[in-house]
């Protein structure tokens, strides 16, 4: 497996959104050149003011979607403070795209212990040597930090740094929006009251 891995859940019931988001994405992995996972991801910091930047899906079933990122970082500080977040996937070349937001928790140790040793190992020193968000001495400094992890860890397996781990949007709601001619796109949205209720609205919207 590699650091592009992607975990799905078992989708088969029709009209539900993690089953349309399912297709959508199988579809994005046939058509778009690269990372078809690729989404924005947008957090609030104190002060109410968005921030938004691009990660990876590494998973997502009817519990939620799974990313993984540093606690330390911007996001990772963002996220720890206000619980919630939002995500827009965008396919070009099929012209689609789904946005979705709710209430955010983390995973559990042993998932990101399971993702974590998934991981390429130059991609797991890089979780322990980047001080992800913060200003940098030096590109020096860095790839000093690097080559001493490294031979920290010349041997053996690599931990998982208890500021490293994985962040699961519970979704409230979910839109689907196909781009469609003169304009008249497909737009429709699902809605729940909670993240372990049922979704309870499927709404067509106007473009």
Not at 26 to 34: F, G, L, M, P, V
Request: with cysteine.
């Amino acid at each position: 497996m590699t650091d592009n891995a992607l975990t799905t859940g078992d989708f088969t019931e029709e009209n539900e959104p993690f089953a349309l988001f399912a297709s959508w994405l199988a579809d994005a992995e046939k058509s778009e050149i690269n990372d078809p996972n690729a989404v924005a991801l947008a957090t609030v910091d104190a002060d109410g003011l968005p921030n938004v930047r691009m990660v990876l899906l590494k998973g997502f079933d009817r519990d939620g979607f799974v990313f993984y990122t540093n606690f330390e970082s911007q996001k990772g500080q963002e996220i720890l403070g206000q619980k919630k977040a939002a995500m827009c996937f965008h396919w070009k070349s099929l012209r689609r795209q789904v946005r979705l937001r709710g209430p955010v928790e983390i995973v559990t140790d042993a998932e990101a212990d399971a993702y974590y040793k998934t991981r390429p190992r130059g991609s797991r020193i890089g979780a322990w040597a980047s001080k992800q968000s913060r200003p940098l001495e030096s590109r020096f400094a860095l790839e000093k930090s690097v080559a001493e992890y490294t031979a920290r860890h010349a041997l053996g397996d690599i931990p998982r740094p208890a500021h490293w781990s994985g962040f699961r949007i519970r979704p409230l709601s979910i839109e689907f929006w196909h781009d469609r001619p003169f304009r008249l796109h497909d737009r429709i949205e699902f809605r729940r009251a909670a993240p372990e209720g049922d979704w309870t609205a499927k709404v067509r919207m106007y473009p």
